[in-house]
C-alpha cells in the first residue's frame, strides 16, 4: 500500500493516540497534501520542526499497529468482504459462504475464542 494512505489509515485508526500537533500535522501532511514548508509556515514553526513531529507521528502510529495489529485485521476483513460480495453477486453462494466462515475463523484464531 503506498506510504501516504498507509500513514492516513493508520491515523484513522490510532491519531487519538498522538499528541494533537502531531496528529494535525500529519492530517495536513498526508491527507491535505501539502509540503512541509506549507506546514510549517501555517502553522508558525520551522520546516525542520514540522519535519520532526510528522516523523515521530509516524513512528507512533507503526509501533501502535504493530503491537495492536488493527488496521491490518480490517484490511484483511474487508478484502474478505469484497470477495464474498463478488461472490455473491456471481451467484456463487457457496464461495461467498467459504468466505464468510474463513474469515470468521480467522478472527476466532486471532482473539483466542
Do not use: C, N
Not at 498522538?18 to 497534501?33: K, Y
Not at 510528522?54 to 478484502?79: D, N
Not at 451467484?91 to 482473539?111: F, H, K, M, N, Y
Request: no cysteine; proline share 1%.
Amino acid at each position: 500500500m503506498e506510504k501516504r494512505m498507509r500513514t492516513s489509515l493508520l491515523l484513522s485508526f490510532y491519531g487519538p493516540l498522538l499528541t494533537e500537533r502531531q496528529r494535525e500535522l500529519l492530517r495536513l501532511h498526508e491527507e491535505d497534501d501539502l509540503s512541509l514548508s506549507e506546514i510549517a509556515q501555517e502553522k508558525g514553526v520551522s520546516r525542520q520542526a514540522a519535519h520532526d513531529a510528522i516523523r515521530r507521528g509516524e513512528e507512533q502510529l507503526l509501533t501502535i499497529e504493530a503491537k495492536l495489529g488493527f488496521a491490518a485485521r480490517w484490511e484483511r476483513m474487508s478484502a474478505g468482504l469484497r470477495s464474498a460480495r463478488q461472490a455473491l453477486l456471481a451467484g456463487d453462494s457457496a464461495q461467498a459462504l467459504e468466505i464468510t466462515t474463513r474469515l470468521l475463523r480467522e478472527e476466532e484464531a486471532e482473539d483466542g475464542i
